[in-house]
């Protein structure tokens, strides 16, 4: 995998696939490595997808600074990347927590931003923060699946405390639109995938700054793109269409039958939405 410096000399990984020009796309978990964002559903067909590795996760190094994991720290990994790759101007898709970084990115280098796509993104980062009623009613949107009451029942508890293996295994669910095979084998892929000790740094205290974050995307001109699914319960098409509003270009679109991963639920919608909205 080709690598670069982080500005505080961590050794950051990258994968490119794909063909066409390059899209850069950050991982979300938050501090999950990229490989579970796979193909996009397909979208390498159309553009060259430069798959980071956040700091701490995949064959990226470790911050020497656990500060360093913080979303407001990592927005100078995404600068260091677009310089690396000898960019004037990067386009930049981030997907759940990852968006939180892409937006602050947006927000201290404008200019250097020609479109952002955010898939089922994170929203606390302008001051959205997650409403548990949300997730409640992703499961009761469903009808009655077999798996609601635990998922449910898990729910709460992770919504107060730490859920268990077995209580974080009945949440799963929740994330897909189908729970099918692809779906299952792509959630048992997860703790492998993931930093649990980097996770809770990134959104530590200061990390977002919903004010100033705000006032910085009050002057960019990229168009951004906030797709969500339609039964994914953070966010919601409501809060994501919320969140659309707190940029000046920003437009919402819900996938019909789509969860926290639209790209698996059904990849062809997906890819013609976000290669609609790139090739503008």
């Not at 979208?43 to 995949?58: F, P």
């Not at 407001?72 to 927590?97: F, K, N, T």
């Not at 009945?170 to 299952?184: I, K, N």
């Not at 919903?210 to 793109?225: I, N």
Request: glycine share 12%; aromatic share 6%.
């Amino acid at each position: 995998m080709p690598t670069f410096t982080a500005p505080d000399g961590t050794t950051l990984a990258y994968r490119r696939i794909g063909r066409g020009e390059p899209l850069i796309c950050l991982p979300g978990g938050p501090m999950r490595a990229a490989a579970y964002l796979g193909d996009l559903g397909g979208l390498a067909a159309h553009r060259t997808l430069v798959l980071l590795d956040l700091r701490g996760t995949g064959r990226s190094g470790h911050s020497a600074d656990p500060a360093g994991y913080r979303c407001d720290r990592q927005v100078a990994d995404v600068e260091a990347l677009r310089a690396h790759l000898g960019l004037e101007r990067i386009d930049l898709l981030a997907h759940s927590a990852g968006a939180g970084l892409a937006t602050r990115y947006a927000a201290e280098h404008p200019e250097r931003l020609g479109r952002l796509a955010l898939i089922t993104p994170a929203t606390a980062v302008v001051g959205l923060d997650a409403d548990p009623e949300d997730l409640r009613e992703s499961v009761r949107r469903r009808g009655n699946p077999s798996w609601g009451p635990a998922a449910l029942a898990a729910l709460e508890t992770a919504l107060v405390g730490t859920p268990t293996a077995e209580e974080w295994a009945a949440l799963q669910p929740l994330y897909y639109g189908r729970w099918d095979a692809a779906a299952q084998a792509h959630a048992a892929a997860a703790p492998e995938q993931r930093n649990l000790e980097a996770a809770p740094l990134f959104r530590a205290p200061g990390a977002f700054d919903p004010a100033a974050t705000r006032a910085g995307l009050a002057g960019l001109k990229a168009p951004v793109l906030v797709l969500s699914g339609e039964l994914d319960g953070g966010p919601t098409p409501r809060r994501a269409a919320e969140f659309a509003e707190a940029f000046p270009q920003g437009v919402h679109r819900t996938q019909p039958g789509g969860g926290h991963y639209p790209w698996l639920d059904d990849p062809d919608a997906f890819v013609r939405t976000v290669t609609e909205f790139l090739g503008r």
